[in-house]
Structure formats: structure tokens, C-alpha cells
């Protein structure tokens, strides 16, 4: 599987990590496992340096759309976005651009300060 998570449900925390040949099929399995563990509304950080195929903008669109469709039948948590390449960081841009909720989003070159700013970002509240 292109989409590789963890879920810490002590620090309301989703690790997620996508890698190689990525699909909206893809994604979109990932949001449902983490719908059905209960994680939506926890801090998430998705690391997506390593896909070098990039879905297209249509795609990215879609995604956004669902994200969006999320966040009106409940709480989405903050995500920070790990982009090192300038591949990646556009697709990441175009996800943010579409995504728009009301949730703190931001996009990362470094994994590192990634952490640093979701650290910084309130828990969500426990079921």
C-alpha cells in the first residue's frame, strides 16, 4: 500500500506516509481508516516527499472537495504537510489550496520543524 499510517490514540496523534505511485483510491482509504479509528479530528502529520508521480490537479481538487466534506460532518484536525521536493511541495500547495477548512494547515520542507509546529498546536479534545 502506497499510504502507510500510525495512530497514537494517547497523543491523538496520525503519522502517515505516502510512498511510490500514489492514488486518490489511496488517500481516500487512508481518510477511511482514520475515520473508523476515531482520528479524524487528531493532529496529523502526512509526509509525501517520496511520491514521485504526482496526482494531478483535478485529482488534488477532489481530495480537497472530501477534506471539505469531512470538516461539515465533524472535526478535522491540524495537518502539517511534509514536502521536501519542489514536486511535492506544489502538490501539497494545491491539496492546501482546496482543502480549505477551518483547521490549521501548514507545509514543511523538514519533518523536524513539521513536528515542532504540530507539537505546538492544541489537542484536540478526547471523546
Avoid: C
Amino acid at each position: 500500500m502506497p499510504v502507510h499510517w500510525t495512530i497514537s490514540h494517547a497523543a491523538r496523534l496520525v503519522i502517515a506516509v505516502a510512498k511510490d505511485d500514489v492514488t486518490v483510491a489511496d488517500i481516500e482509504r487512508y481518510f477511511a481508516g482514520i475515520t473508523a479509528d476515531g482520528a479524524m479530528s487528531y493532529r496529523k502529520i502526512f509526509e509525501i516527499t517520496h511520491t514521485p508521480h504526482a496526482l494531478n490537479a483535478e485529482n488534488l481538487k477532489a481530495l480537497g472537495s472530501r477534506v471539505v466534506y469531512y470538516a461539515q460532518h465533524g472535526q478535522v484536525g491540524p495537518v502539517a504537510i511534509v514536502a521536501a521536493s519542489d514536486e511535492s511541495h506544489a502538490q501539497a500547495e494545491m491539496f492546501a489550496a482546496a482543502a480549505r477548512v477551518t483547521r490549521p494547515l501548514a507545509i514543511f520542507r523538514e519533518l523536524h520543524t513539521a513536528r515542532q509546529w504540530l507539537d505546538a498546536q492544541p489537542l484536540p479534545p478526547a471523546d
